[in-house]
């Protein structure tokens, strides 16, 4: 069966990895959501593509140098669009994402949602990724046990409700 994973969610409408990109993704009808995933300096795990600030935030240097409030405070809005996101896709200083609210978007959809998630690396926290990462899917009831891919894998995605995805050979345990 074909799926339409949306790639940092409804990217081309709204600016990646932000509230509003993932629930148009939803509205739109995506089967899947995707995500990348680091580490902020507090510990938390949120969507963020780039190890630096500079391409998708008013901001620059690492993002592991922040916390997630320090993060939330940025602007990750109009680097990619001058217009105002509807009331229904979040205000603006709930644009950065941690793992668990995809997660809820996903099950509160309605329907089966495949949610994908790529573990960033290098990462400054070592494997403490893939720790916070499992960790959380453990504290989600429902939800079921991720699939873990890592670059040397074969094989396609299976019928689990959640695959992460690694690139390093030792982030596979």
């Given at each position: 069966?074909?799926?339409?994973?949306?790639?940092?969610?409804?990217?081309?409408?709204?600016?990646?990895?932000?509230?509003?990109?993932?629930?148009?993704?939803?509205?739109?009808?995506?089967?899947?959501?995707?995500?990348?995933?680091?580490?902020?300096?507090?510990?938390?795990?949120?969507?963020?593509?780039?190890?630096?600030?500079?391409?998708?935030?008013?901001?620059?240097?690492?993002?592991?140098?922040?916390?997630?409030?320090e993060l939330r405070a940025l602007d990750v809005w109009s680097w990619r669009s001058?217009?105002?996101?509807?009331?229904?896709?979040?205000?603006?200083?709930?644009?950065?994402?941690?793992?668990?609210?995809?997660?809820?978007?996903?099950?509160?959809?309605?329907?089966?949602?495949?949610?994908?998630?790529?573990?960033?690396?290098?990462?400054?926290?070592?494997?403490?990724?893939?720790?916070?990462?499992?960790?959380?899917?453990?504290?989600?009831?429902?939800?079921?046990?991720?699939?873990?891919?890592?670059?040397?894998?074969?094989?396609?995605?299976?019928?689990?409700?959640?695959?992460?995805?690694?690139?390093?050979?030792?982030?596979?345990?």
């Amino acid at each position: 069966m074909t799926q339409f994973i949306a790639h940092r969610g409804a990217s081309a409408t709204y600016p990646e990895h932000t509230r509003a990109a993932y629930v148009e993704a939803l509205a739109q009808g995506a089967d899947g959501l995707e995500c990348d995933v680091q580490l902020t300096a507090d510990g938390e795990v949120v969507l963020w593509h780039d190890a630096i600030l500079d391409r998708t935030s008013d901001a620059s240097g690492p993002l592991h140098a922040l916390s997630l409030a320090e993060l939330r405070a940025l602007d990750v809005w109009s680097w990619r669009s001058t217009a105002a996101a509807p009331a229904s896709h979040g205000a603006q200083d709930a644009q950065v994402l941690t793992l668990a609210e995809p997660v809820a978007l996903a099950v509160g959809a309605g329907r089966p949602v495949t949610l994908v998630v790529e573990l960033k690396h290098p990462s400054p926290a070592g494997h403490g990724l893939e720790d916070a990462v499992l960790a959380m899917f453990s504290a989600k009831p429902g939800v079921g046990q991720p699939s873990i891919f890592s670059l040397n894998a074969s094989g396609a995605f299976d019928d689990k409700p959640a695959n992460v995805l690694g690139f390093t050979a030792g982030g596979v345990k």
